[in-house]
């Protein structure tokens, strides 16, 4: 069975950086898409960024377009996210999550509900928190 465990959680200034890693144990990671989630207090859950198996297609929330990035190393079975110019609103439990390989996954896991759904093995999360 597929497990991931997150890591790289703080607290964290704003404007300053994070970098989070998603580990995968019992499977290899390089036939999944993987995907990065967050869940504020009182807030649903919703997609942040996504990518695919080979790393070449890559997916962002609007909020984090140019701050964030999704990168994997599939050698080490570990997908990763790059977190720049943390803003306050960034604060939230960090989740990541896998799911089959299809481009309308990679897409759509940023659009609502729907795309957070068809994702599985979720970690345990970790916690971001940019506050001064």
């Given at each position: ?12 200034q ?21 995907g ?46 790059q977190?720049n ?8 439990v ?12 990679v ?26």
């Amino acid at each position: 069975q597929l497990q991931l465990v997150e890591s790289g959680g703080n607290l964290v200034q704003p404007g300053g950086t994070l970098r989070l890693s998603c580990a995968a144990s019992g499977y290899t990671l390089d036939s999944y898409a993987i995907g990065w989630f967050r869940q504020a207090p009182g807030k649903e859950r919703e997609g942040v960024s996504c990518i695919s198996a080979s790393g070449k297609n890559t997916n962002y929330a609007d909020s984090v377009k140019g701050r964030f990035t999704i990168s994997r190393d599939n050698t080490k079975n570990t997908v990763y996210l790059q977190m720049n110019s943390l803003k306050p609103e960034d604060t939230a439990v960090y989740y990541c999550a896998a799911a089959e390989n299809r481009p309308s996954v990679v897409v759509g896991c940023t659009v609502g509900p729907r795309g957070v759904r068809v994702f599985g093995s979720w970690g345990q999360g970790t916690q971001v928190t940019v506050s001064s």
